[in-house]
């Protein structure tokens, strides 16, 4: 089913697996792929917590793969990998992992359904797990997400966000389907939790941006 995830919702994380009657043995060890955005924490969190996973981390840039490899404990050198490759082209043979997780990704890509068929390439048919987040394009989404975070507080650098590349629930459903997936869980995130909350939050932000106007100008004044 299509889950907890409604068009009203800002962010989702779900669980989508793969629909094929295939069936196929791996042994008692799990391979995981992640093409999650922090690679290096993504990969050392899963491998501590399941010790008979093996990880393998993938980002399109050189340095974010040399820095998560420089901070690999070397506890877990065996079993975590990374290597350098774009989401559109993974360097593996197919049916390769039992698992498939894309954090902070899917919201950057042009071309979404290229990755997605891609992911579902290398995913076991038979019991291939898929886990995702990604935002929901809501008007509440891009004020939080671009207008807030980029434009105004600048907690993002500009552009780190494309508001036409984010997702329905509807079109990343209709992704995963072109590549039998079924959509087991999907939870979303309600940024307007409550008036009060709403109103907190407010205040936060516009106490913060007057101190922040504040100190420019301090600044200015000194310099």
């Known amino acids: 089913g299509a889950g907890e995830w409604t068009r009203g919702d800002d962010v989702a994380e779900g669980t989508a697996e793969a629909s094929s009657s ?5 042994g008692t060890r799990r391979r995981h ?10 990969g050392e969190y899963t491998n501590r917590r399941h010790a008979t996973v093996t990880v393998t981390g993938v980002d399109i840039s050189e340095s974010s793969v040399a820095a998560a490899q420089h901070h690999l404990p070397p506890t877990l050198s065996h079993l975590v990998s990374y290597r350098v490759a ?7 043979e197919s049916n390769s992992f039992d698992c498939v997780v894309m954090s902070d990704v899917l919201e950057h890509l042009e071309r979404v ?11 076991c048919s038979s ?20 207008l807030m975070a980029q434009d105004v507080l600048r907690f993002l650098p500009r552009h780190s966000h494309v508001y036409s590349l984010f997702l329905t629930p509807h079109e990343l459903e209709r992704l995963l389907a072109d590549q039998n997936l079924s959509v087991q869980l999907t939870r979303g995130l309600n940024a307007w939790v409550s008036p009060w909350s709403l109103l907190q939050a407010r205040i936060f932000l516009y106490v913060l941006l007057l101190v922040i106007i504040i100190a420019r100008s301090q600044w200015a004044f000194w310099a």
């Not at 295939?22 to 791996?26: A, L, V």
């Not at 792929?33 to 993504?42: E, F």
């Not at 019991?127 to 671009?146: K, V």
């Open 113 to 123: 359904g290229a990755a997605v068929q891609e992911m579902a390439r290398v995913l």
């Open 22 to 26: 295939e069936s196929e043995e791996h």
């Open 33 to 42: 792929v992640s093409t999650a955005r922090d690679k290096r924490r993504a």
């Open 86 to 92: 774009s989401a559109y082209e993974l360097p593996f």
């Open 127 to 146: 019991s291939g797990l898929f886990l995702y987040d990604t935002f929901n394009r809501t008007p509440s989404s891009f004020f939080f997400a671009i």
